[in-house]
């Protein structure tokens, strides 16, 4: 089992940029593939990013490809994404998630185990 606590959440102004960390507690995280979900009020929980237990695969979803980076030090169990170019859509709560399938790089909300607490994220425009 891991604990999983995100932090870097906050108000900014879109175009601004916020780098959201992801700390875990077990010392077996390098074998945990993890991902970032978001979830504004009303709506559901979206994939945003994966990235696969080695750190060599990512994937993103559409709508934060080419601004959104995810990566992950594993000396240090911890798993970030770099959002750049933020829009006000991209306001919500972000989740961290680990999955027990190592080479997992997308899925559902149902396809990963641990959740973090979530971190709130508010662009204003």
């Known amino acids: 089992q891991v604990q999983l606590v995100e932090s870097g959440g906050g108000l900014v102004q879109a175009g601004g940029s916020l780098r959201l960390s992801c700390a875990a507690s077990?010392?077996?995280?390098?074998?945990?593939?993890m991902g970032w979900f978001r979830q504004a009020p009303g709506n559901e929980r979206d994939f945003v990013a994966g990235?696969?237990?080695?750190?060599?695969?990512?994937h993103y979803a559409d709508f934060v490809k080419g601004r959104f980076t995810i990566s992950r030090d594993n000396a240090k169990n911890t798993v970030y994404l770099q959002m750049n170019s933020l829009k006000p859509e991209d306001t919500a709560v972000y989740y961290c998630?680990?999955?027990?399938?190592?080479?997992?790089?997308?899925?559902?909300?149902?396809?990963?185990?641990?959740w973090g607490q979530g971190t709130q994220v508010t662009v204003s425009s």
């Open positions: 998630a680990a999955s027990n399938s190592r080479f997992r790089v997308y899925g559902s909300r149902y396809d990963y185990t641990y």
């Open positions: 077990a010392g077996t995280f390098s074998s945990y593939a």
């Open positions: 990235v696969s237990y080695s750190g060599g695969t990512t």
